[in-house]
Protein backbone atom coordinates (compact mmCIF):
# COMPACT_ATOMS: atom_id res chain seq x y z
CA UNK A 1 0.00 0.00 0.00
CA UNK A 2 1.37 3.25 -0.93
CA UNK A 3 0.32 6.33 0.77
CA UNK A 4 0.93 10.15 0.11
CA UNK A 5 1.31 12.03 3.35
CA UNK A 6 1.12 15.90 4.38
CA UNK A 7 3.37 17.66 6.80
CA UNK A 8 4.06 21.08 8.03
CA UNK A 9 7.67 22.09 9.16
CA UNK A 10 7.79 25.04 11.26
CA UNK A 11 9.11 26.95 14.22
CA UNK A 12 12.82 26.43 14.48
CA UNK A 13 12.70 23.22 12.57
CA UNK A 14 12.74 25.55 9.92
CA UNK A 15 16.11 25.35 10.01
CA UNK A 16 16.90 21.78 9.56
CA UNK A 17 18.18 20.36 6.43
CA UNK A 18 16.24 18.42 3.70
CA UNK A 19 18.59 15.23 4.90
CA UNK A 20 17.76 15.86 8.36
CA UNK A 21 13.96 16.16 7.31
CA UNK A 22 13.85 12.95 6.08
CA UNK A 23 16.10 11.08 8.52
CA UNK A 24 13.57 12.09 10.75
CA UNK A 25 10.46 11.10 9.16
CA UNK A 26 12.05 7.97 8.34
CA UNK A 27 12.80 7.37 12.28
CA UNK A 28 8.99 8.40 12.56
CA UNK A 29 7.46 5.78 10.11
CA UNK A 30 9.94 3.21 11.95
CA UNK A 31 7.96 3.73 15.07
CA UNK A 32 4.69 3.00 14.11
CA UNK A 33 2.93 -0.33 14.06
CA UNK A 34 3.18 -0.35 10.09
CA UNK A 35 5.86 -2.43 8.22
CA UNK A 36 7.79 -0.22 5.12
CA UNK A 37 8.48 -1.99 2.35
CA UNK A 38 12.47 -2.03 1.23
CA UNK A 39 14.26 -1.87 -1.96
CA UNK A 40 15.76 -4.97 -3.11
CA UNK A 41 19.41 -5.46 -4.30
CA UNK A 42 22.95 -4.93 -2.35
CA UNK A 43 21.90 -1.75 -0.70
CA UNK A 44 18.25 -2.05 0.54
CA UNK A 45 16.59 1.40 1.40
CA UNK A 46 12.99 1.85 2.65
CA UNK A 47 10.73 3.04 -0.36
CA UNK A 48 9.80 6.86 0.27
CA UNK A 49 10.08 9.49 -1.73
CA UNK A 50 10.30 13.37 -0.96
CA UNK A 51 9.20 16.87 -2.74
CA UNK A 52 11.92 19.17 -3.73
CA UNK A 53 13.57 20.14 -0.66
CA UNK A 54 12.60 23.55 1.34
CA UNK A 55 15.59 26.33 1.61
CA UNK A 56 17.04 26.26 5.26
CA UNK A 57 14.90 29.41 7.01
CA UNK A 58 11.66 28.43 5.23
CA UNK A 59 8.61 27.31 6.68
CA UNK A 60 5.83 25.01 5.40
CA UNK A 61 2.03 24.52 6.10
CA UNK A 62 2.19 21.97 3.51
CA UNK A 63 5.05 19.37 2.61
CA UNK A 64 4.52 16.22 0.86
CA UNK A 65 6.13 12.59 0.95
CA UNK A 66 5.09 9.16 -0.27
CA UNK A 67 5.64 6.19 1.43
CA UNK A 68 5.00 2.30 0.46
CA UNK A 69 3.93 -0.29 3.08
CA UNK A 70 4.15 -4.05 3.32
CA UNK A 71 0.47 -4.42 4.16
CA UNK A 72 -2.55 -2.51 4.30
CA UNK A 73 -2.37 0.64 6.30
CA UNK A 74 -5.10 2.42 8.58
CA UNK A 75 -4.75 5.59 7.82
CA UNK A 76 -5.97 7.78 10.90
CA UNK A 77 -4.01 5.23 13.59
CA UNK A 78 -0.90 5.83 11.28
CA UNK A 79 -1.36 9.39 11.75
CA UNK A 80 -1.73 9.54 15.25
CA UNK A 81 1.10 7.42 15.63
CA UNK A 82 3.31 9.34 13.98
CA UNK A 83 2.50 12.77 15.02
CA UNK A 84 3.54 11.38 18.83
CA UNK A 85 6.76 10.27 18.02
CA UNK A 86 7.37 13.75 15.67
CA UNK A 87 7.83 17.13 17.42
CA UNK A 88 5.26 19.68 17.73
CA UNK A 89 7.11 21.77 14.67
CA UNK A 90 6.59 18.89 12.04
CA UNK A 91 3.27 17.10 12.12
CA UNK A 92 1.14 15.55 9.47
CA UNK A 93 -2.10 16.56 8.67
CA UNK A 94 -3.20 14.43 5.85
CA UNK A 95 -2.88 10.82 3.78
CA UNK A 96 -4.24 8.70 1.55
CA UNK A 97 -3.75 5.93 -0.66
CA UNK A 98 -2.27 6.67 -4.37
CA UNK A 99 -1.00 4.44 -7.41
CA UNK A 100 2.25 2.71 -6.93
CA UNK A 101 2.32 5.07 -10.43
CA UNK A 102 1.84 8.32 -8.67
CA UNK A 103 4.65 10.69 -8.25
CA UNK A 104 5.23 14.04 -6.11
CA UNK A 105 7.14 15.70 -9.54
CA UNK A 106 4.19 15.14 -11.42
CA UNK A 107 1.94 15.82 -9.40
CA UNK A 108 2.11 19.39 -8.41
CA UNK A 109 3.53 22.21 -10.32
CA UNK A 110 3.34 25.20 -8.17
CA UNK A 111 3.81 26.67 -4.90
CA UNK A 112 1.90 29.33 -2.73
CA UNK A 113 4.32 31.76 -0.75
CA UNK A 114 3.91 34.13 1.90
CA UNK A 115 5.96 36.73 2.13
CA UNK A 116 6.01 38.90 5.48
CA UNK A 117 8.46 41.72 5.37
CA UNK A 118 9.90 43.90 8.17
CA UNK A 119 10.63 47.31 7.76
CA UNK A 120 10.24 51.14 8.21
CA UNK A 121 10.01 51.81 3.97
CA UNK A 122 6.60 53.20 2.70
CA UNK A 123 6.19 50.26 -0.05
CA UNK A 124 2.64 49.59 0.22
CA UNK A 125 2.03 51.59 -2.90
CA UNK A 126 3.97 49.60 -5.04
CA UNK A 127 2.28 48.10 -7.48
CA UNK A 128 4.47 45.40 -8.35
CA UNK A 129 5.26 43.82 -12.01
CA UNK A 130 7.05 40.81 -12.42
CA UNK A 131 7.79 41.53 -16.28
CA UNK A 132 11.57 41.63 -16.93
CA UNK A 133 11.79 39.90 -13.42
CA UNK A 134 15.42 39.05 -12.75
CA UNK A 135 16.89 36.60 -10.20
CA UNK A 136 20.60 35.58 -9.52
CA UNK A 137 21.44 31.79 -8.46
CA UNK A 138 24.23 29.71 -8.24
CA UNK A 139 25.27 27.60 -11.35
CA UNK A 140 28.05 24.79 -11.02
CA UNK A 141 30.54 24.95 -13.75
CA UNK A 142 33.72 22.83 -14.29
CA UNK A 143 33.99 22.26 -10.05
CA UNK A 144 33.38 25.90 -9.96
CA UNK A 145 30.20 28.39 -8.69
CA UNK A 146 29.55 31.03 -10.68
CA UNK A 147 26.32 33.43 -10.50
CA UNK A 148 23.64 34.07 -13.27
CA UNK A 149 21.10 35.84 -13.95
CA UNK A 150 17.76 34.89 -15.36
CA UNK A 151 14.00 35.91 -16.38
CA UNK A 152 11.69 34.25 -14.37
CA UNK A 153 8.87 36.76 -15.54
CA UNK A 154 6.92 33.41 -16.83
CA UNK A 155 7.28 31.29 -14.06
CA UNK A 156 6.02 34.13 -11.50
CA UNK A 157 2.42 35.48 -10.35
CA UNK A 158 1.64 38.04 -7.75
CA UNK A 159 -1.50 36.96 -5.81
CA UNK A 160 -1.28 40.02 -3.49
CA UNK A 161 1.54 42.21 -3.05
CA UNK A 162 2.81 44.71 -0.25
CA UNK A 163 -0.20 44.75 1.82
CA UNK A 164 -0.33 46.51 4.98
CA UNK A 165 -0.81 43.65 7.84
CA UNK A 166 -2.37 44.30 11.33
CA UNK A 167 0.72 43.49 13.01
CA UNK A 168 2.60 46.87 10.97
CA UNK A 169 4.22 44.24 8.63
CA UNK A 170 4.06 43.87 4.52
CA UNK A 171 2.79 40.57 3.08
CA UNK A 172 3.37 39.28 -0.57
CA UNK A 173 1.75 36.25 -1.78
CA UNK A 174 3.17 34.62 -4.46
CA UNK A 175 2.80 31.46 -6.34
CA UNK A 176 6.48 29.97 -7.78
CA UNK A 177 6.81 27.69 -10.35
CA UNK A 178 8.04 24.08 -9.23
CA UNK A 179 7.76 21.55 -11.87
CA UNK A 180 10.20 19.22 -13.59
CA UNK A 181 10.89 21.92 -16.04
CA UNK A 182 11.66 25.10 -13.78
CA UNK A 183 11.81 25.41 -9.70
CA UNK A 184 11.74 29.04 -8.35
CA UNK A 185 13.73 29.09 -4.97
CA UNK A 186 11.39 31.60 -2.74
CA UNK A 187 14.70 33.34 -1.33
CA UNK A 188 15.78 34.16 -4.86
CA UNK A 189 12.71 35.37 -5.83
CA UNK A 190 12.11 38.28 -2.76
CA UNK A 191 15.77 39.12 -3.45
CA UNK A 192 14.66 39.77 -7.33
CA UNK A 193 12.20 41.81 -6.28
CA UNK A 194 14.27 43.73 -4.15
CA UNK A 195 16.22 44.32 -6.68
CA UNK A 196 14.46 45.54 -9.21
CA UNK A 197 12.58 48.18 -6.64
CA UNK A 198 15.43 49.02 -5.46
CA UNK A 199 14.54 48.15 -2.09
CA UNK A 200 17.24 48.05 0.98
CA UNK A 201 15.42 45.66 2.44
CA UNK A 202 17.70 42.41 3.98
CA UNK A 203 16.70 39.04 3.48
CA UNK A 204 16.80 38.62 7.54
CA UNK A 205 13.89 40.94 7.91
CA UNK A 206 11.38 38.37 5.41
CA UNK A 207 9.84 35.71 7.04
CA UNK A 208 8.65 33.39 4.20
CA UNK A 209 6.13 30.36 4.57
CA UNK A 210 5.22 28.16 2.26
CA UNK A 211 1.25 27.93 2.14
CA UNK A 212 0.56 25.27 -0.31
CA UNK A 213 1.63 23.31 -3.04
CA UNK A 214 -0.39 23.61 -6.46
CA UNK A 215 -0.90 21.19 -9.80
CA UNK A 216 -2.10 23.26 -12.77
CA UNK A 217 -1.77 19.97 -14.86
Avoid at 20 to 40: C, G, H, M, P
Avoid at 139 to 164: A, C, P, Q, T, Y
Avoid at 202 to 216: C, H, L
Amino acid sequence: MRLRVYYTRKGDLKFISHLNTIDLLQRTIFSTDYKVAFSEGFNPHPIMSFGNPLPLGVSSDFEVFDVEFVDKVEIENFINQANSYLPEEVKIFDAFEIPSNSSISKAFTHNLYEFRIFTDLKIDEIKIDTSDLLIKRKKKKKKREEIISEDVSKHVEILSGFNMTSDNEYELIAKLENSTEKIINPLNFIKGIFEKYNLDISIYDVNINKKEMISEL
